[in-house]
């Protein structure tokens, strides 16, 4: 019973891990917020008001959480195989960049019951192209998959800056003589469709969580999804089973990647300019969605489901950020620095989690022993053997059988 106790007890204290860790990282911004004369009580109401506080703070956190649960969920999807993929960002661009060529090229031909779909389907062969670069790297040549990762995404923003400023460009800025950035106008066929009423709210956030849910049934309902894990827990024996090792982890970091390219889609056709356009960084085009991404599945224990909440508190976290500064008139760097305390001790205390789960998994499988060993009788031929071994007539049957085999041989 006791290891029972302790078990269940070191598994709560790893699902609170998490929660804890995003705690403390919000009492050193409160520090923070005293040194610059704010008062914390009125920036964590204004942090909680803009990102929970009304249905246009709550529509601004679900879009904000949508390329999050995205990314975390391809996030999951490598992890289960034993790859890290850091390269969501540069698949959110090669989904971005391959949905828009698609709508510019299709125009105004189609409608949007089936526009939709297609740009859509375009993000994800994207990202699931970008993906498996690194994942047959990874696979057939040895190549540490997250230094290919980061990488691949420097192409991808210096391909994104070439098309976004030659041939993708919006003519537009041609003739003013202002070249940014960014695409026409595209399609309103291809615009993601608005639900509820909103002149802001997309199915995107719909998608996303469809998303995470089809991650989990094809990791845990599906032989796919078997095969993954196996070769994330062991690849020799997997191997040794006949799983195809190296194949099963290309289409891991494939699938990642898919992910990643469906967020950069919904970014370009939810967006409210409905055109592709950046900075000339990454993170112009997708506010660091790839790299928040991460932290959120960190935040949902890696677990496709678990990053559907956690995606979405994080969004709240960036999106009440905003209003923090807003609120109390703090520099935008301190923002920055919230962000990064969370990330920071999420991350580093992703590896305490696992160690209290290991703890809670030995632990409880300690108590089953014992369960076990209580509840067998003691054999009866126990005491035979005690008081001395039984009088023999004879030879037992399989020792007469074996006696006989041997002299007819």
Avoid: C
């Avoid at 192409?155 to 041609?174: S, T």
């Amino acid at each position: 019973m006791a290891s029972l106790a302790s078990a269940r007890r070191s598994s709560y204290l790893a699902y609170l891990v998490p929660v804890l860790s995003v705690l403390v990282a919000l009492i050193i911004g409160a520090i923070m917020l005293v040194m610059l004369d704010a008062s914390p009580a009125e920036g964590a109401k204004a942090m909680f008001d803009g990102a929970f506080g009304s249905g246009e703070a709550l529509i601004s956190t679900a879009l904000k959480a949508t390329p999050l649960l995205l990314v975390g969920v391809g996030i999951t999807i490598a992890f289960r195989a034993n790859v890290i993929n850091i390269g969501g960002e540069g698949q959110m661009v090669a989904g971005g960049l391959l949905s828009t060529a698609t709508a510019l090229w299709l125009g105004d031909a189609l409608p949007a019951l089936i526009m939709v779909p297609l740009v859509l389907i375009a993000g994800i062969i994207g990202g699931a192209m970008w993906g498996s670069v690194p994942g047959a790297l990874k696979a057939y040549y040895g190549v540490n998959e997250i230094l290919s990762t980061i990488m691949l995404n420097i192409v991808a923003v210096q391909l994104m800056n070439y098309l976004l400023r030659g041939p993708m460009i919006d003519p537009g800025e041609i003739d003013r003589g202002t070249r940014i950035p960014q695409t026409e106008r595209l399609p309103e066929a291809a615009d993601l469709p608005l639900i509820f009423g909103s002149d802001r709210l997309h199915i995107g956030p719909l998608i996303a969580i469809l998303a995470a849910i089809a991650a989990y049934i094809l990791l845990w309902r599906t032989p796919l999804g078997y095969r993954v894990r196996a070769v994330g827990q062991n690849p020799d024996a997997s191997k040794y089973a006949g799983i195809p090792v190296k194949r099963t982890v290309t289409l891991a970091l494939t699938m990642s990647g898919a992910m990643a390219g469906l967020a950069g889609a919904v970014l370009v056709f939810g967006s409210e300019s409905h055109r592709m356009v950046t900075d000339g960084s990454t993170a112009g085009f997708t506010g660091s969605a790839g790299f928040n991404g991460i932290v959120a599945a960190l935040f949902g224990g890696l677990h496709p489901l678990w990053t559907i909440p956690a995606s979405f508190l994080f969004g709240g976290l960036l999106v009440g950020g905003n209003a923090l500064q807003r609120a109390v008139q703090v520099p935008s760097a301190l923002i920055l620095a919230l962000n990064g305390l969370v990330v920071i001790f999420v991350v580093s205390t992703d590896r305490y989690k696992k160690l209290l789960r290991e703890r809670a998994s030995a632990a409880e499988t300690a108590a089953k022993l014992a369960e076990q060993e209580n509840e067998d009788p003691v054999p009866a031929a126990v005491g035979a053997v005690e008081d001395g071994p039984p009088d023999r007539a004879g030879p037992a049957p399989d020792d007469a059988g074996g006696e006989q085999g041997s002299g007819e041989q």
